[in-house]
């Protein structure tokens, strides 16, 4: 990817503030996977399986707040 | 250890590769195939993950949404300026966005609002948007779309502007006033970017609510601890910060990319079963063979070394093709079928122009995948065959 | 329990590894037991060709697990990007209570599968093959650390819990952990440094008046003091950091890979030194075992050397 792509792509994240690729958009909880919650999966019905084809490959987020109450984490982060 | 490597022994294994055309062949071709659609799968799938790494630090470093009956809800605004009290928070706004459903087309649209056209978006606007109008974007009524949604627009002769369906079931127009440029395609494709006010009236929420709010922290390392005061504040909320957005990044595939893993375990071992069968039932040529070798003075582990070598020879060719054709499909041709996989149903498809990387673990792990299981597979076989008497296979 | 395309990769090939080496395993057995050199019965017959067989499949086994090992060792950098708090291997290691053992009983195989290699080439150069049946009584007892370290893997990785967080290598190897690890640091690092370069003097020494039992046993003793001195002293050169004494960190691209290179020369160097003394060789293989281990552990102590005097060059002090 050249420096310019990039920064091109960056400039867009910056400006629209969400997370994700626009490689499937056929669900919101695949599109936005990063600020969806796993329970979005199963909203409608306890017993629904996930049937869109791209949650085949695509998991969902696993964030449930765990991480962000971390210190370590970040600190790990600025170490790098 | 320290056995030398005997030049002629490789010499002989390539002759009696070629010897056995049809037998080879099929290995080489069914051992290329499974190496060829692993390493695709692997390509794209890192190259999704190095694209979303590469814009991860520029995210959002907090995002605070309310949570009601298990719902992502919309929050008070108000709590933007409870927000900003908190020590070491630079700054909070609420956001709106949400999914527009155009369902003439079938397709979901991310619409994102911003403030009104400040000079900062207009700079930013200039760098990333194309066919920009600068009249239009004076006006409230306008938005900037990517290139996905553009087209889908045309399709339903929607050029100049768009009409959005109100929940009370009137119109409202919006002027495309520009389009995203199309190499921003994988982040930008299903985006239309408008002012807050019009999606406030497209969507029909209140001045008082918001889809979510976004938090900024002068000092990164403070971040968790302003996480947990927001959470003090606010029970309801679920928080998710930049490293959260990481972790979410780093693990999109793992699970899933481990189902896919368990279905190559079945075809590998499928393919152990048949190398299996195909090296052990010997042709009544291969097994004089032997015996001539062996009433020629070769040792049994003469025989061995020369069987390795084969199937060393062959399956790392087989692995080198595999490898190398999937570079030219996932890099050149762009996945074609296989990106269905990741793409599903969605009606707005992006082009699959994925980054080149070239990562050296992707080849090891396959290689560790292919090449010992085949080798495995020969083991016992070529040890029967290495210990054949020489005496009963000539006579 | 995690499962990246990495350890399964790793988990499918242990399985392999672990039905072939069943099969040498009662191979060895019967070999074992019954092998009678002078016997001319069909049953010796058939095991003279069963060694083979088992000969192929334990050769199989090390060829592939050396660059396992590696591939290990590169998938745990990986994981530690999941984990929350591991910046690298060592995080993932101290995960769970297994990592330690599991890395333990690694290294300590491959020395062993090594050896049994040589003990075999060894073997198979005499017509009368004097070792068989030790080389396969060393197998009987290499194949169960070898199952162990499989099982243990196994639960190594299904015992990893994503969610909890784990402990970074800073706080690991530092001078404050209460860990069994924290204890080195207690050692004065002048003495430490006598160590070092004394064992080495020795082991220079027993080079020259070839004394084989003594340079095997100055070896063995040579791996603890220099993986010890490299996590308390060379360590911290490598990563210019005087806090930093992770030994797993230098494997990462942002030291150019060199931890491989640091490991492989130390492998390289002690086990030629310890085949020395425990295989029974002809003449010129000993002199030749004697100038590899001679070299690799000479590379080893000069490549560590040059890091804090390229350093203080640099520099012009000492951490």
């Not at chain 1, 796993?38 to 409608?44: L, N």
């Amino acid at each position: 990817m050249s420096s310019d792509l990039l920064k091109k792509k960056n400039a867009f994240v910056e400006l629209v503030g969400l997370p994700d690729l626009a490689i499937s958009t056929e669900a919101t909880y695949v599109r936005h996977r990063s600020v969806s919650d796993i329970f979005s999966i199963y909203k409608d019905d306890g017993t629904l399986r996930e049937y869109f084809p791209s949650t085949y490959a695509i998991s969902h987020s696993h964030t449930m707040n765990l991480h962000s109450t971390n210190l370590h984490a970040i600190k790990k982060n600025n170490e790098k | 250890m320290k056995n030398k490597i005997n030049v002629y022994l490789i010499e002989y294994a390539i002759n009696a590769i070629l010897r056995q055309k049809s037998k080879s062949f099929f290995i080489v071709f069914v051992f290329t195939l499974l190496t060829f659609l692993l390493t695709s799968v692997f390509f794209i799938t890192n190259s999704i993950r190095y694209e979303l790494d590469s814009t991860v630090d520029t995210l959002p470093q907090i995002i605070v949404q309310k949570i009601k009956a298990g719902r992502h809800y919309d929050i008070d605004v108000d709590a933007v300026d409870n927000i900003l009290e908190i020590a070491g928070v630079s700054d909070a706004v609420a956001r709106v966005w949400g999914y527009y459903y155009f369902a003439n087309a079938g397709v979901n649209f991310s619409v994102v609002g911003i403030e009104q056209y400040e000079n900062q978006y207009k700079n930013s606007f200039d760098k990333i948007a194309s066919k920009f109008d600068l009249s239009e974007i004076d006006s409230k009524v306008s938005m900037v779309v990517g290139h996905g949604v553009k087209e889908t627009m045309h399709d339903s002769y929607y050029k100049e502007y768009f009409n959005f369906i109100k929940p009370d079931g009137t119109l409202k127009r919006v002027n495309i006033a520009g389009v995203f440029e199309a190499d921003t395609q994988l982040e930008s494709n299903d985006v239309i970017v408008m002012s807050k006010d019009t999606i406030r009236e497209i969507f029909d929420i209140d001045e008082s609510k918001a889809t979510d709010i976004v938090v900024k922290v002068a000092n990164p390392e403070e971040i968790p601890m302003v996480v947990s005061k927001i959470k003090l504040i606010y029970p309801d909320t679920r928080i998710i910060s930049s490293e959260d957005l990481k972790v979410s990044y780093q693990n999109i595939f793992d699970y899933k990319s481990g189902i896919f893993l368990a279905l190559f375990i079945i075809s590998l071992f499928t393919f152990f079963i048949i190398i299996y069968d195909k090296s052990s039932g010997l042709s009544s040529e291969e097994k004089r063979e032997i015996g001539i070798l062996k009433a020629i003075g070769w040792r049994v582990d003469d025989v061995l070394k020369e069987k390795f070598y084969e199937s060393f020879i062959i399956s790392f060719f087989a692995y080198t093709l595999g490898v190398g054709f999937s570079f030219a499909y996932v890099y050149i041709f762009q996945a074609p079928i296989l990106q269905n996989i990741f793409v599903g149903y969605s009606q707005l498809k992006t082009s699959f122009e994925l980054p080149f990387i070239f990562d050296l673990q992707t080849l090891f792990l396959v290689f560790f995948l292919s090449v010992p299981i085949y080798i495995a597979a020969t083991i016992i076989p070529s040890w029967k065959v290495a210990t054949l008497e020489a005496d009963e296979v000539i006579r | 329990m995690i499962l990246t395309p990495e350890v399964l990769a790793i988990l499918i090939l242990n399985a392999i590894f672990a039905f072939f080496g069943i099969i040498a395993f009662v191979l060895s057995v019967r070999i074992f037991l019954a092998w009678d050199l002078n016997s001319v019965s069909q049953s010796q017959y058939i095991l003279e060709k069963q060694s083979f067989l088992t000969a192929t499949i334990i050769k199989y086994i090390f060829v592939i697990k050396v660059p396992l090992f590696l591939f290990f060792i590169f998938t745990l950098d990986k994981i530690s990007n999941v984990l929350t708090g591991a910046m690298c291997a060592a995080g993932v290691v101290d995960a769970t209570v297994y990592g330690t053992y599991l890395f333990m009983l690694k290294i300590l195989n491959i020395y062993i599968f090594a050896y049994w290699l040589v003990l075999h080439n060894e073997d198979i150069k005499h017509e009368n093959q004097p070792y068989t049946k030790i080389k396969f009584g060393i197998f009987i007892v290499a194949f169960f650390l070898f199952i162990s370290e499989l099982i243990l893997e196994g639960i190594m990785f299904s015992s990893i819990d994503i969610d909890k967080m784990v402990s970074c290598c800073g706080t690991l190897y530092s001078s404050s952990a209460t860990s069994a690890i924290s204890s080195i640091f207690a050692i004065d690092t002048d003495v430490l440094l006598y160590v070092f370069y004394g064992n080495f003097a020795f082991i220079i020494l027993f080079y020259f008046l070839k004394q084989k039992y003594l340079f095997a046993i100055s070896n063995l003793v040579f791996i603890i003091s220099s993986i010890v001195s490299l996590i308390v002293f060379f360590g911290t050169y490598i990563y210019e950091l005087p806090t930093h004494h992770c030994p797993f960190c230098f494997l990462q691209s942002d030291y150019y890979y060199v931890g491989y290179l640091i490991y492989a020369l130390l492998f390289i160097g002690t086990f030629y030194g310890l085949v020395t003394g425990f295989v029974k060789n002809s003449k010129e293989n000993i002199i030749k075992n004697y100038k590899i281990s001679m070299l690799f552990n000479f590379l080893y102590v000069i490549l560590l050397s040059l890091y804090p005097i390229v350093f203080y060059i640099k520099n012009g002090v000492w951490l």
